[in-house]
């Protein structure tokens, strides 16, 4: 399986949006939070979120070809781990109404709209700082349609149904997750 650095340096080499490389940021490390619930491969879980929009300044206005950039580019560096490759490419999928098909797919697809929202939710504290925001000022602004409008709860929602998380729990992992890197993505 492709290393962590080697994850990193390719996403760097494709991304110049810093925004968009802090966004891949949190999602990785909400990622490895989760499979360590799962007590699945946290590095490989990691990788996928790390990657999973690491194409999309080549894509955005091609949504048919999202993550599978990615993955191919992955595929070159030799991975051939079915999975990770999958997991990369799944987020594709999702731009193309499919549904997620494993664990992994669909913590990807629940954590990567939270990421979001609660990167909005600190950036309104007077501190925009990670460490300042609770479980409970992210649940008081999740209902808020206008709020952070692009974050799609009903995609987040899916982590009861799908992961058997209650809301509240998906956003403690997610929130405690993010807060460990909060310097890398500036909040």
Known sequence: M??????????N??????NLVRH??????VMRA???????????WAIVGLLHDGDYEFTKD????????????????GETDTELLEGIESHGWFHEGK???TQMQWSLFCCDELTGLIVACALVL????????????????FPQKSFAAG???????HCEKELGINLSDFVQTSLSAMQQIALDIGL
């Open 2 to 11: 492709i290393t962590r650095l080697q994850a990193f340096d390719l996403l």
């Open 13 to 18: 080499s494709k991304m110049t949006n810093k």
């Open 24 to 29: 891949c940021l949190s999602v990785e490390v």
């Open 34 to 44: 989760l499979a360590k619930c799962f007590k699945a491969d946290e590095d490989k």
């Open 62 to 77: 091609d949504s048919r070809n999202h993550a599978k950039m990615m993955a191919n580019w992955v595929r070159e560096l």
């Open 99 to 101: 549904l997620p098909k």
């Open 126 to 141: 007077p501190s925009k700082h990670l460490s300042d925001l609770s479980v409970e000022s992210v649940l008081k602004k």
């Open 151 to 157: 974050a799609k709860r009903e995609d987040i929602m």
